[in-house]
């Protein structure tokens, strides 16, 4: 698949083939691939979790516990509970991007362009693979339970979390304004 169309054709997965199992060996290798971005001195400051199986369930419980506070009576909070918790374990595979939080603001933001670009080419290289990905960024990031789980330490940020799966059903083409609507030329 050339490039162009590969960025262009690439979506945000949420359905997902099921049937397929996803192999830590395949997701190993589009990990070592997608690292080769540009990271101003070489910093390399990120570190990935693959979470499956009983950690994703765990996982879940937190989502759970977490997006139903505050739901008024008992019935609605574990119908908000369950849909949370499946919310997580449908997914086959997450991984967590995590970087190690540089003490100089420049270098920080540096470092998150890179992450950022590094799942770009994940998202990119799984997709000519058939495996679909979807960047999300929710309140599991922060939460503290979540990040024991997850085993993120002190001065660790996690940027992101990767929902990855074999694509089932493709959402449909959304249309991109035209850089050159957006371009302003200054002579």
């Known amino acids: 698949m ?38 101003h001195k070489m910093t390399q400051p990120w570190r990935f979790i693959l979470i499956d199986g009983e950690t994703k369930e ?22 908000k509970a369950e849909a949370l ?23 920080r933001e540096e470092d998150y362009a ?8 994940f998202s ?5 693979k058939g495996i ?7 309140a599991l990031l922060e939460n503290q339970e979540a990040r024991e789980l997850l085993q993120i330490k002190p001065g660790e940020r996690n940027i992101g979390l990767l929902q990855v799966g074999y694509i089932g059903k493709e959402p449909k083409v959304k249309p991109r304004v035209p850089a050159s609507d957006r371009t302003t030329i200054l002579n």
């Open 2 to 39: 050339q490039l162009e169309q590969l960025i262009k054709e690439r979506r945000s997965i949420s359905n997902y083939d099921t049937s397929k199992q996803i192999s830590y060996e395949e997701i190993q290798n589009l990990l070592d691939v997608s690292v080769w971005v540009p990271n």
């Open 58 to 79: 765990k996982l879940g419980d937190i989502n759970a516990k977490q997006g139903a506070k505050g739901v008024a009576t008992a019935e609605e909070k574990e119908k």
């Open 85 to 107: 918790k499946k919310k997580i374990i449908d997914v086959p595979l997450w991984i967590a991007v995590v970087l190690e939080e540089h003490t100089q603001m420049k270098f």
């Open 114 to 121: 890179s992450a950022s670009m590094l799942i770009q080419n």
């Open 124 to 128: 990119l290289l799984a997709w000519e």
């Open 132 to 138: 679909g990905t979807i960047w999300k960024t929710n």
